[in-house]
């Protein structure tokens, strides 16, 4: 079984900052992308950054300039910088990993973090 585990979600002031991080643990072979996608009340959940296994970045249009994604992975490990943060951040931030849980595999399936409350007060 494969977990995304996340953790840094918080309350912070607008134009302040926080760092996401999402850990994935379990039977993983290899992992192609992971990222971070988010949902506020009563709107669809939207891709806010992701990051392949090569290195390539996109991000949401909302958020160029000052999110930042990376990733360490010998820790299978993915983060999000988020500066400058506005209250149109606030939402459930969601860890996503797109993998192979097994060498006989026959494509790769995605998983989902629990997701972690950020809010960004006014």
């Known amino acids: 079984q494969v977990q995304l585990v996340e953790s840094g979600g918080g309350l912070v002031q607008a134009g302040g900052s926080l760092r996401l991080s999402c850990a994935a643990s379990?039977?993983?072979?290899?992992?192609?992308?992971m990222g971070w996608y988010r949902q506020a009340p009563g709107k669809q959940r939207d891709m806010v950054a992701t990051i392949t296994n090569g290195g390539s970045t996109n991000y949401a249009d909302s958020v160029k300039g000052r999110f930042t994604i990376s990733r360490d992975n010998a820790k299978n490990t993915v983060y999000l910088q988020m500066n400058s943060l506005k209250p149109e951040d606030t939402a459930v931030y969601y860890c996503?990993?797109?993998?192979?849980?097994?060498?006989?595999?026959?494509?790769?399936?995605?998983?989902w973090g629990q997701g972690t409350q950020v809010t960004v007060s006014s």
């Open positions: 379990g039977s993983i072979f290899s992992i192609n992308a």
């Open positions: 996503n990993a797109e993998l192979l849980p097994h060498v006989l595999a026959l494509r790769p399936l995605n998983y």
